[in-house]
Nanobody, 114 residues
Framework: QVQLVESGGGLVQAGGSLRLSCAAS????????MGWYRQAPGKQRESVAG???????FYAEYLKGRLTLSRDKAKNTVHLQMNSLEPEDTAVYYC????????WGQGTRVTVSS
């Protein structure tokens, strides 16, 4: 089993920045990729960004330029730096790890005020 704990969400004004973190624990050796999804009210969950075990990062096309995904291998943690936030970015952000199966964190809420 893999446990994921997110942190860093909160309330921010439009144009501001937030840094989300996701710490993995448990059977981390099975993880081959980690990433972030988000789910806005009334909408489906969508992929935001991810990073492979080889360190290759990928982003949702419409979010490129505003996001930076990084990882701290020693701490089994990934960080999502989000800049120039817009009210449309308001959502619950979920960390996801891909391994033997998919694992989800509990989510962290991001609210961007206009």
């Amino acid at each position: 089993q893999v446990q994921l704990v997110e942190s860093g969400g909160g309330l921010v004004q439009a144009g501001g920045s937030l840094r989300l973190s996701c710490a993995a624990s448990g059977s981390i050796s099975v993880i081959n990729a980690m990433g972030w999804y988000r789910q806005a009210p009334g909408k489906q969950r969508e992929s935001v960004a991810g990073i492979t075990s080889g360190g290759i990062a990928f982003y949702a096309e419409y979010l490129k330029g505003r996001l930076t995904l990084s990882r701290d291998k020693a701490k089994n943690t990934v960080h999502l730096q989000m800049n120039s936030l817009e009210p449309e970015d308001t959502a619950v952000y979920y960390c996801h790890a891909n391994g033997v199966s998919g694992y989800w964190g509990q989510g962290t809420r991001v609210t961007v005020s206009s």
